[in-house]
């Protein structure tokens, strides 16, 4: 099956400085990722949706200045935590979807997250 | 707007007993829903989905799920649990978001152990 990279896979951070996070469809072409944060014990809870060269949709109550999104290229896009504070550590998610096509059945392959820890 | 409730967020079964995981969905047109599971520290995996092409879906592992839309209803089940199969399990339903994006709301999932 397609599979999806993250890196790092767990990464700590001092309060203030800012963090780039990898996420890379590996055997595939992904015309659209997502970026899911995870609190512990708790649901994933959807970011961002990014479409290869062009601009991120954000969803409601996420700060766009602070969680920078870059989908350059059909197998990689970015998460950057801007001046991250210890309120923004978490489980962070990605997936992709393969190909063109939408459609609400078309299936999103998950990467296997990044925990961050901001100090 | 779509979304899932499971009911019970820890359930315990002995290995080799019947695993039940409960999910309703919300949802003004015929939805379409998943099962994901996720082992501690990964990502998530699909277990199944429901494409309306039958009510009685199969899915890895021995899982399956029914759609049964007058209980509004798309419960996992398992004849006979492993130890394998502690992990987070999510059920979620796709929404459209606009243009040809359609996006996943999951819910909040329910923590399956399995005594031996």
């Known amino acids: 099956g397609a599979v999806v990279s993250q890196h790092p896979s767990r990464v700590i951070c001092k309060s203030g400085t800012s963090v780039k996070i990898e996420c890379r469809s590996l055997?595939?072409?992904?015309?659209?990722m997502f970026w899911y944060r995870q609190f512990p014990k708790q649901s994933l809870m959807l970011m961002a949706t990014?479409?290869?060269?062009?601009?991120?949709?954000?969803e409601q109550g996420v700060e766009k200045d602070k969680f920078l999104i870059n989908h350059a290229s059909l197998t990689l896009s970015t998460l950057t935590v801007t001046s991250a504070h210890p309120e923004d550590s978490s489980f962070y998610i990605c997936?992709?979807?393969?190909?063109?096509?939408?459609?609400?059945?078309?299936?999103?392959?998950f990467g296997p997250g990044t925990r961050l820890t901001v100090l | 707007a779509q979304s899932v409730t499971q009911l019970g967020s820890h359930v315990s079964v002995s290995e080799g007993a019947l695993v039940l995981l409960r999910c309703n969905y919300s949802?003004?047109?015929?939805?379409?829903l998943f099962w994901y599971v996720q082992y501690p520290n990964q990502g998530l995996q699909l277990l199944l989905k429901?494409?309306?092409?039958?009510?009685l879906v199969k899915g890895i592992n021995d899982f399956e799920a029914e759609f049964k839309k007058s209980e509004t209803s798309f419960h996992l089940t398992k004849p006979s649990a492993h130890m394998s199969d502690a992990a987070e399990y999510f059920c979620?339903?796709?929404?459209?978001?606009?243009?040809?994006?359609?996006?996943?709301?999951f819910g909040k999932g329910t923590l399956l152990t399995v005594n031996p």
């Open positions: 997936s992709a979807r393969e190909g063109l096509a939408g459609g609400p059945l078309s299936e999103q392959f």
């Open positions: 055997d595939f072409q992904a015309t659209t």
């Open positions: 990014s479409n290869e060269g062009s601009k991120a949709t954000y």
């Open positions: 949802s003004s047109v015929p939805p379409y």
């Open positions: 429901y494409t309306s092409a039958a009510t």
């Open positions: 979620a339903v796709t929404s459209y978001s606009g243009g040809s994006n359609y996006k996943l709301t």
